[in-house]
């Protein structure tokens, strides 16, 4: 049993942070907006400290991630404001300062491991079993739980990612080792199914880069005939997977394929990816005409309108109120600035994160790799869909980064 999961550490804030973040993840996509829930609790909590004048101190990377929630916040209000879009246009970007007090409280009364994990592993199953539920017995054609299906496919994926970065917390753990090491492979093949069976592509594109980070972490510890056994697997199991019709995969496959061919013969520029392909185009000739200050939201609706009108892109493309790409979509927005604002919201706690993936304490080691893969996945994500444009989108990421965060930072002092 960890340290701070003895008996003494169990007081009211810390059971309370424990059920929080258990169910920001576990409930996440099996309830509607389920991934708000364990988030107002969090955010209600540090905002009590701060009436109470019972703030942590925050060290200089603290203050980091911080910086980059609050200015990711500064300049969507900005734009917003700017750009007449009312409060309306501010709820999302608030969102993100929000996350500031969870994570004062997260960092004051941290959970217990085993909670975290939990609810991350439990996440992921339920993600697996209701889209299979959706998929397979009430027979639609893409699952989508309670929330838009690309959210719901990359969301649950996400999910599924975090499990394996537990197994290293998993694999140190005196009482119930095959047990934790258990339902966090079954959290992570919950978590790829219900990916699956959503028929999201984008998600997978970046997949590569997730066993990247996994491979740099744990890769050194695992024997020849393990590392041979997870390749033969994941070979085998992709077959599988694409030979499978009930998966959907080959179909989604196929279609990409078609897409592509009519795209680049200009047969038909307004399928799903062909229509992506146009936004792009167009975002990036609004991007050239104001690449510093952007157009805004409702500037850039009516500018890739007026794209479409003229015949510089597909008409149909150009109804989209987003470029289905988060840095695109930022940049034709938000200009420079808020391109480098979002880099900074990403790539700055994957830095933070980093110097500990190869931390002698699994613990920490574990919460290290989780921390860089949110990030890795949300690029990932982002490359083919605007997914910060989403409630759970910008929840889960705000508020996962301050748990993941706040776990890690006290894992680092205790393991010193």
């Given at each position: 049993m960890?340290?701070?999961?003895?008996?003494?550490?169990l007081?009211f804030?810390?059971?309370l942070t424990?059920v929080?973040?258990?169910?920001?993840a576990?409930i996440?996509?099996?309830?509607?907006?389920?991934?708000?829930l364990g988030?107002?609790?969090?955010?209600?909590?540090?905002?009590?400290l701060?009436i109470?004048?019972?703030?942590?101190r925050?060290?200089?990377e603290?203050?980091?991630?911080?910086?980059?929630?609050?200015?990711?916040?500064?300049?969507?209000?900005?734009e917003?404001w700017l750009?007449?879009?009312?409060?309306r246009g501010?709820?999302?970007?608030?969102?993100?300062v929000?996350?500031?007090?969870?994570?004062?409280?997260?960092?004051?009364?941290?959970p217990?491991l085993?909670?975290?994990?939990?609810?991350i592993?439990?996440?992921?199953?339920?993600?697996g079993?209701?889209a299979?539920?959706?998929?397979?017995?009430?027979?639609?054609?893409?699952?989508?739980?309670?929330?838009f299906?690309?959210?719901?496919g990359?969301l649950?994926?996400?999910?599924?990612?975090?499990?394996?970065a537990?197994?290293?917390?998993a694999?140190?753990?005196?009482q119930y080792?095959?047990?934790?090491?258990?339902?966090?492979?079954?959290?992570?093949l919950?978590?790829?199914?219900?990916?699956?069976?959503s028929?999201?592509?984008g998600?997978?594109?970046?997949?590569p880069?997730?066993?990247?980070?996994?491979y740099?972490?744990?890769?050194?510890?695992l024997?020849?005939?393990?590392?041979?056994?997870i390749?033969?697997?994941?070979?085998v199991?992709?077959?599988?997977?694409y030979?499978?019709?009930?998966?959907?995969?080959?179909?989604?496959?196929?279609?990409?394929?078609?897409?592509i061919?009519?795209?680049?013969?200009?047969?038909?520029?307004?399928?799903?990816?062909?229509?992506?392909?146009e936004m792009w185009?167009?975002?990036?000739?609004?991007?050239?005409?104001?690449?510093?200050?952007?157009?805004?939201?409702?500037?850039?609706?009516?500018?890739?309108?007026?794209?479409?009108?003229?015949g510089v892109i597909?008409?149909?493309?150009?109804?989209?109120?987003?470029a289905?790409?988060?840095?695109?979509?930022?940049?034709?927005k938000?200009g420079?600035?808020?391109?480098?604002?979002?880099?900074?919201l990403?790539l700055v706690p994957?830095?933070?994160?980093a110097?500990?993936?190869?931390?002698?304490?699994?613990?920490?080691?574990?919460?290290?790799?989780?921390?860089?893969?949110?990030?890795?996945?949300?690029i990932?994500?982002?490359?083919s869909?605007?997914?910060?444009?989403?409630?759970?989108?910008v929840?889960?990421?705000?508020?996962m980064?301050?748990?993941?965060?706040?776990?890690?930072?006290?894992q680092?002092?205790?393991?010193?």
């Open positions: 960890n340290t701070h999961e003895s008996r003494e550490s007081s804030p810390t059971v424990d929080a973040v258990f169910l920001l576990g996440a996509l099996i309830v509607p907006s389920g991934y708000s988030a107002v609790i969090l955010m209600l909590a540090g905002i009590s701060l109470r004048w019972r703030l942590p925050l060290t200089r603290d203050w980091q991630v911080v910086a980059v929630l609050c200015a990711y916040t500064l300049v969507g209000i900005a917003a750009d007449g879009q009312g409060s501010m709820d999302k970007p608030l969102r993100f929000l996350a500031v007090p969870a994570l004062w409280w997260v960092i004051r009364y941290p217990r085993s909670a975290m994990w939990a609810g592993a439990v996440g992921g199953m339920g993600a079993g209701w299979g539920w959706q998929k397979l017995i009430e027979g639609v054609e893409r699952a989508q739980g309670h929330t299906v690309i959210q719901f990359n649950s994926m996400l999910l599924g990612v975090l499990c394996l537990g197994l290293g917390w694999h140190v753990q005196r080792r095959f047990l934790w090491i258990t339902l966090l492979l079954i959290g992570f919950g978590g790829m199914l219900g990916s699956l069976f028929g999201s592509r998600g997978w594109v970046g997949f880069f997730v066993l990247l980070v996994l740099r972490a744990y890769g050194k510890h024997a020849i005939w393990m590392k041979l056994t390749v033969t697997t994941l070979f199991g992709g077959i599988a997977i030979l499978i019709p009930q998966t959907g995969v080959q179909e989604r496959v196929q279609y990409a394929v078609t897409d061919e009519k795209y680049i013969s200009g047969e038909n520029r307004s399928s799903s990816l062909g229509a992506r392909f185009r167009g975002a990036s000739h609004l991007i050239m005409e104001k690449p510093l200050t952007g157009w805004g939201a409702q500037g850039y609706t009516q500018a890739m309108q007026e794209l479409g009108e003229k597909d008409s149909q493309a150009a109804e989209y109120g987003h289905h790409n988060e840095f695109i979509d930022a940049f034709a938000r420079l600035l808020g391109l480098i604002v979002l880099l900074g990403y994957m830095r933070l994160f110097r500990k993936l190869k931390a002698q304490d699994l613990a920490t080691r574990a919460l290290a790799t989780a921390g860089v893969l949110l990030s890795v996945t949300y990932d994500f982002g490359l869909q605007a997914f910060l444009n989403h409630n759970s989108g929840m889960m990421y705000a508020f980064l301050v748990v993941l965060w706040g776990t890690y930072v006290n680092k002092r205790l393991a010193q």
